[in-house]
């Protein structure tokens, strides 16, 4: 035996030795759950979306809906083309009024804990979501929810309510069971959300907070043959260039929601790498321009147009997104059946820019200055927001407007100002959610303008035509008179300019090659992925 | 001992022709000019300084303008290419380069105010107010530095005044022990007690007797409190506490790190400047400590 591997050089006698030997096996340790894990059953999925829990009935946002909406089944689910399919409920049907929505529910669905899937149970969720979920106009227009015999549902409305249908989708309407949930806790705080019971394709099985979540496939799911999966471990990675690299490595399966663009073009020249920019339709997200419309000098539309007059969308989106992004023009998000793209008017003009604002009073003074104004974003997405707001400084100065960056150190700071209407201008990302009554509503009606409440009006915008327009829309059955009634109000809304549009931000859903049944539809990854599968599995 | 106020030396020494007049600031200077270092570095910043302050007048393009399409490698458009919204580098370098250097030398100067008050009446009276402002000091030693400038610059904004600021208020614990120590060394030495006894009051007696002997160590450690101030800021603007509205040295690499794959010279201009300006104010701190210091003076 060489002298170097005596027992005397390497017995772990001092506490020092001691911990050096125990911070070795640690790390080991804490590697093995990190080495690849993708056998063929299995998809690993990494994530920056820490969720607060897996109840998506009560919790709104992208990081509880995508394990939320693996866990729970809901109504309805939907395809790429944004028609409603069968999932709970096999059929449905709207009364002539449009005032009830009669579901027939699958007889063989089971929560995961073996109990049958009722009408009790979804009558339970839909007033427990109208009660719980942030999104408060979803849900309004119901009054109660009927259930003449266990396998079917008659939801009683107070008004004719079309955004229903969107409502019931996997991300918006989980089917909580009434026999854990209805036993007078708070829903909101029950501590079954983090050990949640559903009738969805996968059982949440271990969770580790801020590590990982693995979700195992449900044997008794009542679609026959699903899910395709064994098991999805969904693992938590804060650093964007590691869950670059873990999927390089083929540590990780699949990165949905990455939206950085120097990101997506290092994944598209990876070999083993599809990048989709499907599955976001129904989200609509939007980055926009927003403006103070109470304010001095911006309460006057004018100065507001002139703004937007001066601002360079093309130059945005091909020079500072690459290219990557889809030009927003409207208060709907491109994608969606009911976006107007004809209603945009403002492209670059700076000389119109300049007459709109000598119009408006606020000549040239003889530093060439015509006002200050401030531009808050939000910190941390300096791509989308960032950016932008410093672009917009020096192209404003063209038309003599002075514009102050002020950064925020952190979100709620952010909020605090934007939400307390103490800003100017600022950057903002809003998502639509599908629906119009759902996403888009909020940042319009002046029944919104709610102090402290972010994502709310808080450009305090206010024209009793669009509100009028509104109400109307959310209530309009025919399908043909609801677009007309949405093209009007996006119309008003781009001439008024309570909000310059800029664009769609570029999200896309990362995948290893070899997957199949990728999740294309309009909630993308927030909807059930059991039609995921290894067509060619990855080596191990 | 170099002690500019000692009341033994005569008034007028022109008086004595056998040893020729020479002030001991002039003793030092000459010291300096025969160190190569300190005489380089001193060469350095005056260009850094001379640019920053007369560049913009020759060279029109405001930092903060798009001027050319994002990530223009250097070349004839651009001198040094620009950032990733099409800003100019070499712009960005000359004005930011003034916001810098200002941020290193106020701060220092906040340092230096700081420390030397606290430090010179801690030494100076000792007992119970040398006890308080001690535990002042350790109190503010052992906070991280940079943790507590980034929770000052989030409390009240990003503003280059408040990140000025923050660094002078976070970085003075050390000027404080040193000029302490060297007023405690001081203070009963002969010349103090023959000035005390002379019937000058205390004001008189830290201000004008003990400060201006304890001044060499504290001029050594001002120099190299402006390099660490420009550091700082570099630091600060580097993890996002930056004024987005002030182009900075700092400010240009924190801006550009996520895209130092994209476009080298993004990063590269600014950080080399930042080591250049840091490197030269080092080299004048050692020429100045080796030509005040009498224990590393070389006769001759």
């Known amino acids: 035996m060489s002298p170097i591997w005596s027992s005397r050089t390497w017995s772990f006698r001092t506490p020092v030795q001691k911990c050096v030997l125990g911070l070795a096996v640690a790390l080991s340790v804490s590697g093995a759950h990190l080495a690849p894990a993708s056998a063929d059953g299995t998809v690993v999925i990494g994530s920056s979306q820490v969720p607060r829990h897996f109840n998506g009935a009560v919790q709104s946002g992208v990081a509880t809906a995508v394990p939320s909406t693996q866990i729970f089944a809901s109504p309805l689910r939907y395809d790429e083309n944004w028609k409603p399919q069968p999932y709970l409920a096999e059929s449905w049907e709207i009364s002539a009024d449009g005032k009830s929505v009669t579901l027939k529910l699958v007889k063989n669905a089971v929560f995961h804990d073996g109990k049958p899937v009722t009408s009790e149970d979804v009558a339970f969720s839909i007033m427990t979501i109208k009660a719980n979920h942030p999104f408060q106009t979803m849900l309004a227009a119901v009054d109660k929810v009927d259930t003449p015999d266990p396998y079917t549902a008659v939801i009683q409305l107070k008004h004719p309510h079309p955004a229903l249908l969107l409502a019931m989708s996997p991300a918006l309407m989980p089917i909580l069971p009434k026999h854990i949930y209805g036993d007078g806790q708070d829903v909101k705080s029950h501590p079954a959300n983090l050990k949640p019971i559903g009738s969805g394709p996968f059982r949440l099985t271990e969770y580790k907070q801020g590590e990982f979540y693995t979700l195992e496939k449900f044997d008794k799911f009542f679609i026959p043959g699903r899910p395709k999966l064994d098991k999805i471990v969904v693992k938590l990675i804060s650093d964007p260039n590691a869950m670059l690299v873990s999927l390089e490595r083929g540590d990780v399966n699949a990165l949905p929601l990455i939206s950085a663009v120097r990101d997506i073009e290092r994944l598209e020249k990876m070999p083993n790498v599809l990048v989709t920019e499907k599955g976001f339709a129904g989200i609509g997200p939007i980055n926009w321009l927003a403006f103070n419309t109470k304010k001095k000098p911006l309460d006057d539309v004018r100065v507001r147009q002139a703004i937007a007059f001066a601002t360079n969308r093309d130059f945005i989106i091909s020079k500072l997104m690459g290219g990557k992004a889809a030009a927003a023009t409207s208060p709907i998000a491109p994608g969606s059946p009911l976006d107007e793209p004809g209603v945009e008017m403002y492209k670059l003009d700076l000389a119109k820019s300049q007459k709109l604002l000598d119009d408006a009073g606020y000549p040239k003074k003889a530093d060439g200055s015509r006002m200050a104004l401030t531009i808050d974003y939000i910190p941390g997405n300096d791509e989308q927001q960032r950016n932008i707001a410093e672009y917009l400084r020096s192209q404003l100065k063209k038309v003599g407007i002075n514009l102050d960056v002020r950064a925020a150190s952190d979100f709620p700071t952010w909020a605090q100002r934007v939400s307390s209407f103490d800003f100017d201008l600022t950057m903002d990302t809003v998502f639509n959610w599908g629906d119009p009554v759902i996403g888009v509503d909020r940042t319009y009606l002046t029944s919104n303008i709610r102090k402290g409440i972010i994502w709310s009006n808080t450009q305090q915008y206010s024209n009793p035509r669009v509100d009028e327009l509104l109400a109307a829309a959310g209530q309009e059955t025919s399908a043909e008179k609801r677009k007309a009634l949405y093209s009007e109000f996006q119309k008003i809304v781009v001439s008024d300019a309570p909000i310059h549009f800029i664009n769609s931000t570029p999200y896309r859903n990362v995948f290893s090659k070899g997957l199949g049944g990728l999740p294309t539809t309009i909630w993308g990854i927030m909807s059930p992925l059991d039609e995921l599968y290894w067509a060619t599995p990855p080596r191990t | ?300």
């Open chain 2, 1 to 300: 001992m170099t002690s500019i106020d000692t009341p033994a030396l005569p008034r007028d020494a022109s008086t004595l022709p056998s040893r020729p007049a020479i002030s001991p600031t002039l003793v030092a200077l000459r010291q300096f000019c025969r160190s190569p270092s300190g005489v380089a570095g001193a060469a350095v910043l005056l260009i850094l300084v001379l640019t920053t302050v007369f560049g913009p007048h020759f060279y029109g393009i405001d930092p903060l303008d798009l001027v050319d399409a994002p990530f223009t490698p250097p070349g004839e458009d651009a001198w040094l290419g620009t950032d990733y919204l099409g800003r100019d580098i070499l712009a960005g370098l000359i004005h930011g380069g003034r916001a810098t250097l200002t941020v290193g030398g106020v701060a220092a100067i906040i340092t230096i105010a700081i420390g030397v008050t606290i430090g010179s009446l801690s030494g100076f009276f000792g007992g119970v107010i040398d006890t308080a402002l001690v535990k002042i000091t350790e109190f503010f030693q052992i906070l991280p530095p940079l943790l507590f400038a980034m929770v000052l610059v989030t409390l009240f904004g990003q503003t280059l005044t408040t990140v000025t600021i923050a660094i002078g208020v976070v970085s003075w614990p050390t000027a404080a022990r040193l000029t302490r120590a060297e007023f405690l060394r001081l203070r009963n030495l002969d010349f103090v007690k023959a000035s005390r006894a002379a019937g000058a009051g205390n004001g008189h007696l830290i201000l004008r007797v003990v400060l201006p002997n304890a001044l060499p160590p504290i001029i050594v450690s001002a120099t190299m409190a402006i390099g660490v101030a420009i550091l700082f800021e570099g630091g600060l603007s580097f993890l996002g506490l930056g004024d987005p509205n002030t182009m900075s040295w700092g400010l240009m690499i924190g801006q550009n790190r996520n895209y130092v794959l994209d476009g080298w010279w993004t990063v590269i201009f600014p950080g080399a400047a930042i080591f250049v300006a840091v490197l030269a104010i080092s080299l004048i701190g050692d020429g100045i400590n080796d030509a005040i210091n009498p224990r590393l003076r070389k006769r001759g």
